[in-house]
């Protein structure tokens, strides 16, 4: 399948959240079992920002820590282990066999991870790729996928 992408321009940080809370709902409709969701742009591009919309769209009553320090902070939300990966300061990708990265990826997971680039080769393909830049004060998040599901999601939030 070829990749399909979107792109949704938002100006605002409260448009962030609604954006996060939107694909949420989506992939509550379709299982969220078993997926892995790349988040990619610079510093301060909105990645934690929109991690904490979500988590909380996903049903997450508690405060959303950044796992930038820790590397990957979980949740149980719904009877589904959440996974909010920040892979920034990971020195080398092999310190994620030694956390065991591979038993974070499950049929009963959701993976979201920020700088996916600092784990090349450990990680899983995404099924949903998020790559978020700027655009003068706003933020263009382009959403790709090669996953039919994804797609399906990705034309209804594009509407």
């Known amino acids: 399948m070829n990749e399909f992408s979107v792109s949704i321009v938002c100006n605002e940080e409260h448009e962030t959240s609604q954006l996060a809370k939107r694909l949420a709902a989506l992939l509550l409709g379709n299982g969220i079992g078993g997926l892995t969701v790349y988040l990619e742009g610079d510093l301060g591009a909105g990645k934690t920002t929109f991690s904490r919309g979500f988590l909380h769209s996903l049903g997450h009553n508690g405060s959303v820590k950044s796992p930038t320090y820790t590397l ?3 949740y149980e939300i719904n009877k589904i282990s ?36 600092k784990g090349f080769g450990l990680l899983p393909a995404p099924d949903l790729k998020m790559e978020i830049s700027f655009d003068g004060n706003d933020r263009v998040f382009k959403l790709s996928t090669n996953k039919q599901t994804m797609e399906d999601c990705l034309k209804v939030l594009q509407d």
């Open 72 to 74: 990957v902070e979980p």
């Open 82 to 117: 959440v996974f909010h990966f920040d892979l920034y300061r990971l020195a080398d990708p092999e310190e994620l066999e030694f956390m065991g990265i591979r038993d974070y990826f499950h049929d009963n997971s959701l993976c979201l991870i920020e700088w996916p680039d």
